[in-house]
């Protein structure tokens, strides 16, 4: 009973920078852990970043540790993804999705998905 909305995608050239947001609907935002996703044309839909319900720990795929940051505000029901240095591989539709499955960090484990995102990364 959650629904999610991204918003902050778009067209950026190589090296520049995004947020992307995503909000949340209902009361409970703060019982479930939050992770960003990507699906490149031709490819899997992939973990890139995932965050415990109280921001108390996070997790980074290796393609974009030390570029993106995760992080939420429970206050407002909103997760952030801020990603810096992007790159033209970063170039894909990012989804956000939430579970209440606090030990999982693979796609299959998360019940609600947000509709995506597009972000282009231009060289």
């Known amino acids: 009973q959650v629904q999610l909305v991204e918003s902050g995608g778009g067209l950026v050239q190589a090296g520049g920078s995004l947020r992307l947001s995503c909000t949340a609907s209902?009361?409970?935002?703060?019982?479930?852990?939050m992770a960003w996703f990507r699906q490149a044309p031709g490819k899997t839909r992939e973990t890139v970043a995932g965050i415990s319900p109280l921001g108390t720990s996070t997790y980074y795929a290796d393609s974009v540790q030390g570029r993106f940051a995760i992080s939420r505000d429970n206050a407002k029901n909103t997760v952030y993804l801020r990603m810096n240095s992007l790159k033209p591989e970063d170039t894909a539709v990012y989804y956000c999705?939430?579970?209440?499955?606090?030990?999982?960090?693979?796609?299959?484990?998360?019940?609600?998905w947000g509709q995506g995102t597009q972000v282009t990364v231009s060289s």
């Open positions: 999705a939430a579970t209440t499955n606090i030990g999982s960090q693979s796609p299959g484990s998360y019940d609600y």
């Open positions: 209902g009361r409970t935002f703060s019982r479930y852990a």
